[in-house]
């Protein structure tokens, strides 16, 4: 459960940083990302704040439930289900894209973003596959068996 609240908590970290101007890391999201937080600084505070601000609260809120100091725990705990089942497929899709692509596997037809790519294959979405395999196996080994009868 602490690893995936670790990633979680990392990757919410710098969708912070980059929302309040930070810039180191940036070209690994993508050429674009860079481009628009010098051209609408705002908005893309305003965007990666909401951002950062969603990954705080799902790297959060699995603990909460997993000690029980959530109300509807059913609700919360099938969200981070879902959130971690997510997690892990994207994160493991993107990965071996990613590293297709770096190793020439396979070859865009209009070229990459050497740095995002870099970023995404080996930084951003491990990172992403970490925090939902990781949440999996918490909730998964956090769940109550059902009583049975004596």
């Known amino acids: 459960m602490w690893v995936a609240c670790a990633a979680g908590a990392v990757h919410a970290a710098f969708s912070l940083y980059w929302a309040v101007g930070g810039r180191w890391l940036l070209a690994t999201v993508g050429a ?3 481009e ?3 051209q609408a600084p705002l908005e893309a505070g305003l965007v990666l704040g ?3 601000t969603a990954k705080l609260l799902a790297a959060a809120i699995p603990p909460a439930v997993i ?3 959530l109300p509807w725990q059913r609700f919360w705990r099938a969200l981070s ?3 971690g089942i997510f997690l892990t497929i994207y994160g493991a899709a993107n990965t071996v894209t990613g590293a297709a692509v770096l190793a020439g596997a396979i070859r865009p037809a209009g070229g ?4 995002a790519m870099v970023g995404h294959a080996w930084l ?16 998964w080994f956090s769940r109550k ?3 049975s009868l004596p």
Do not use: S
Request: proline residues 5%; charged residues 10%; aromatic residues 18%.
């Open 50 to 52: 909401a951002i950062g």
């Open 124 to 139: 951003w979405d491990p990172l992403f596959l970490v925090w939902g395999a990781a949440l999996c196996l918490a909730l």
């Open 36 to 38: 628009h937080a010098t």
């Open 67 to 69: 000690y029980g100091q």
């Open 32 to 34: 674009w990302a860079v």
């Open 81 to 83: 289900w879902i959130g």
């Open 145 to 147: 068996e059902p009583q």
């Open 112 to 115: 990459y973003d050497a740095a």
